[in-house]
């Protein structure tokens, strides 16, 4: 009888780490959701942004490496990022299979429009810095394991 007990509370959705992770990115995205209609930018292209405005210059593969997006999901946001003229793709000169991504003058300059952004996170989710930023270490180890492990 206990063991079966155990089994329905391993099974019981709000105990589900998976759940907990997934609806608190959607909340996540809610969030964010009209913030960043503010900047013209969808959340993967915003997370795209990000990448970039640390690492200028990028290869499409490096990108999609960091966001963990393969080519068919990123080369479709990456045209479009482009076309609103956020960035810009060209072939690699030393190898012509790889293509860089670079910022342009616009996507450096949303940059500073954007920066208010983590601070409505911050707000809203009535956590300290310190907080955040162990929840986002302790996440980033459980992903790195779970990346390991598939």
Same mark, same amino acid.
């Given at each position: 009888?206990?063991?079966?007990?155990?089994?329905?509370e391993?099974?019981?959705?709000?105990?589900? =780490?998976?759940?907990?992770? $997934?609806?608190?990115? +959607? %909340?996540?995205?809610?969030?964010?959701?009209?913030?960043?209609?503010? *900047? /013209? =930018?969808?959340?993967?292209? $915003?997370?795209?942004? +990000? %990448?970039?405005?640390?690492?200028?210059?990028?290869?499409?593969?490096? *990108? /999609?490496?960091?966001l963990?997006?393969?080519?068919?999901? +990123?080369?479709?946001?990456?045209?479009?990022l482009?076309?609103?003229?956020?960035?810009?793709?060209?072939?690699?000169?030393?190898?012509?299979?790889?293509?860089?991504?670079?910022?342009?003058?616009?996507?450096?300059?949303?940059?500073?429009?954007?920066?208010?952004?983590?601070?409505?996170?911050?707000?809203?989710?009535?956590?300290?810095?310190?907080?955040?930023?162990?929840?986002?270490?302790?996440?980033?180890?459980?992903?790195?394991?779970?990346?390991?492990?598939?």
């Amino acid at each position: 009888m206990r063991t079966a007990r155990s089994a329905d509370e391993l099974l019981r959705l709000d105990n589900q =780490l998976c759940f907990a992770v $997934y609806s608190t990115s +959607l %909340a996540m995205t809610r969030l964010y959701k009209p913030l960043l209609d503010k *900047l /013209g =930018l969808t959340y993967p292209q $915003y997370l795209v942004m +990000l %990448a970039l405005w640390e690492h200028d210059g990028s290869m499409v593969s490096e *990108l /999609g490496e960091r966001l963990s997006l393969d080519s068919g999901t +990123l080369t479709p946001l990456l045209k479009r990022l482009e076309a609103h003229g956020h960035v810009s793709r060209l072939r690699d000169v030393a190898d012509e299979r790889r293509v860089r991504v670079t910022l342009t003058a616009a996507g450096r300059k949303l940059k500073a429009r954007a920066a208010g952004v983590p601070g409505c996170l911050l707000a809203a989710s009535q956590c300290s810095l310190d907080e955040l930023a162990g929840l986002t270490r302790q996440l980033q180890a459980l992903r790195d394991r779970m990346k390991a492990a598939a």
